[in-house]
């Protein structure tokens, strides 16, 4: 299928990219993605010669959102699941590279209008799944009112044209980042004049947009905890970067229910976050809590009875968006410090944990059959409601992939990094390591975190809240070497290097 690029308005669909000039460094004013930075992005490919055609999100390892329109021409579908590729895991479009896929399904909005572009939302089932660290997570009504108003800053990315005047279609995956503008705004006469609907958002900003070719890739804005929700889908504009026509993107937020009723893993957005608290008066005891989707994944550093350090885990799904309750896990045996790897037992469940949150900084938790009253450990001024800064980690769960039962929670307040390392003793019992420290930018979006471990005794334990810990610095230090916001070489003490990428539970 092959049409030539028209800027009339709405002169929409597909695209040839078969003329693949050499990049300029823009999507229409953007820049090329770092390798891997958005590992949920793929190509979708279809024509003969197959090309590139529109981009996709992976929401799980087999099923791709994109836009309705990609399929459809003059009105009628022309494209079936059986003339789509789909490749993945790969910021070129063009040299073979990527994991490359079959549509065993294609799933078309049924109220997709070909004319109006409403409703312009797919879904593609992949023939076979593949391999992804971190599907995308969707917004959902609340989410897109609290982090996407008009006037946020949100990012596109795809393999689109980038010239406003002609056809250069890049082979690497660029992105730009463009501002909210409210539906009024867009549906002025002077714009869209009543033609954007509320299933459609629309973004902007001075000579920046998304263009032809980036249609069915996703709009993202910051969850406030180094990570992005997926807000829009790219769907048409009158040209690219005119100033009076933003892009206009399909709005997720509007098909959480049809979206979910064909893919029930999809993970949406919850405006509660992931992060550390601790009881006011409590110091030297806290709880790293991740939040995932509907998925809660907690764990609390405290003490034994002895005094020695030990932490205890709870992994499950949330019963509400404010409420879990699940069993406390204690595991022993696993890797120390330093040393080859060894696999950690469970030592079984030790009681039961329920956590209320009243508000983004309070909750009610209930462990072991004491109430805590727990708040977020701000640990820079105006942290927690600022986020991460730009390029820093992603606050949350990190692993090896080989190395199950020792794991690390990062949060991220601007440039501030709290690191807590949950392992155990060289006889086996659990124990953990923290620092707090900042960061340093490293060449490519890098960041660097260098600091020496401190380890605490002596304070709370389960069930006795009196107690209070006494900490110190160890004379080992860890280097974290961040490549982007999810994924860090890990140089421990003895000098093992080991990858970490994000815990995907
Ligand atoms: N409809 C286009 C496509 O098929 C995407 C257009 C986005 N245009 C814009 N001005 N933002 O690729």
Redesign the pocket.
Known sequence: MRRLLTLAALA????SSSAMAAGQSRIINGFDAANGRWPMQVSIQFGSPRSHN?GGTLITNQWVLT?A??FFTSGRQTVFAGDVTVIAGTNNNADGSGQSRNVARMINHADYNDSTKNNDIALLQLDQPVTIVNPITLATPATEALWAPAGQTVTAIGW?NTSTTGDVYPALLKQVDVNMVSRDTCNAASSYNGGITTNMLCAAAPGK???????GGPLFVSNRAGGVIQVGV?????????PN?P??YARVSQYNDWIAARVPETLFATTRQSGWWFVNGQGGRGYSIEIRGSRMFFAGYMYEADGSATWYTSIGTMSSADSYSGSLQRYQGGQSLTGAYTAAQSSGSVGTISLTFTSDTTATMVMAGQTLALVRYEFTTGGVAAGAATNQPETGWYWNTSEGGRGYFIEAQKDQIFFAAFMYRTDGQPTWYYFGTGTTATAGNGIQIQSPLSACTGGQTLTDATRSPSCSALPQALTLQFTNPFTATMTLPDGRAVTLSRFAF
């Open positions: 929409l669909g597909f695209i529109c836009a329109h990609c689109g947009d998304t263009c032809q070719g980036d249609s790219t769907s048409f504009g009158t040209g690219c970067a005119n026509f892009g206009v």
